[in-house]
Antibody, heavy 121, light 104 residues
Framework: EVQLVESGGGLVQPGGSLTLSCAAS????????MRWVRQAPGKGLECVAG????????DYTDSVEGRFTISRDTSKTTLYLQMNSLRAEDTAVYYC??????????????WGQGTTVTVSS | EIVLTQSPGTLSLSPGERATLSCRAS???????LGWYQQRPGQAPRLLIY???SRAAGIPDRFSGGGSGTDFTLTISRLEPEDFAVYYC?????FGQGTKVEIK
């Protein structure tokens, strides 16, 4: 079964750090681009960061550039999102998603169940 | 940066009716990268259409996508009860703001 399982969410104070993980199974992890997408309470979807299948190309939305880092470990078939200098506006459900090809530009056909990040004092 | 604008914001229809959702890009986009998603309350998004017009695996044929350049559409030919949800278009790293399809 193709599956993505996120973990690592929680409550963190403004300015703090958190690392999200996404464990992938049921497909050849090294062949597909991956992405983190978030959804603030009552809001729409926002692409946070993407990474190509090789890990050689990454992209970030402007609001997280320089604060968040996306990475992947092929040996562990796991996607990560290192989040630093967290702000209240980073509060959201964070989903990891698998792209349908090598580069993180097309559709995302597999999604995790999401992990909640709350930034509050 | 490309901006995707979806219309209408809310569509009120009855089961069995046809739904037509629009997604307009601020500049011409590559159709191969245009996708549509469905999100039901409390659930993760689900890919419906990729490459502007190709149905994803397991998606019923009442869902169809079309368009090119800056204008794209998602059509649901006959609404089933489970189709009442929010729909998003996506191009590369950008999502539209969503269209809610609600029961009239």
């Amino acid at each position: 079964e193709v599956q993505l399982v996120e973990s690592g969410g929680g409550l963190v104070q403004p300015g703090g750090s958190l690392t999200l993980s996404c464990a992938a199974s049921g497909f050849t992890f090294s062949s597909y681009a991956m992405r983190w997408v978030r959804q603030a309470p009552g809001k729409g979807l926002e692409c946070v960061a993407g990474i190509s299948a090789s890990g050689g190309t990454t992209d970030y939305t402007d609001s997280v550039e320089g604060r968040f880092t996306i990475s992947r470990d092929t040996s562990k078939t796991t996607l990560y999102l290192q989040m630093n200098s967290l702000r209240a506006e980073d509060t959201a459900v964070y989903y990891c998603a698998k792209h349908i090809s090598f580069f993180a530009v097309d559709g995302m056909d597999v999604w995790g169940q999401g992990t909640t990040v709350t930034v509050s004092s | 940066e490309i901006v995707l604008t979806q219309s209408p914001g809310t569509l009120s229809l009855s089961p069995g009716e046809r739904a037509t959702l629009s997604c307009r890009a601020s500049q011409p986009v590559i159709s191969a990268y245009l996708g549509w998603y469905q999100q039901r309350p409390g659930q993760a998004p689900r890919l419906l259409i990729y490459g502007a017009s190709s149905r994803a695996a397991g998606i019923p044929d009442r869902f169809s996508g079309g368009g090119s350049g800056t204008d794209f559409t998602l059509t649901i030919s006959r609404l089933e009860p489970e189709d009442f949800a929010v729909y998003y278009c996506q191009q590369d790293g950008t999502f539209g703001q969503g269209t809610k399809v609600e029961i009239k």
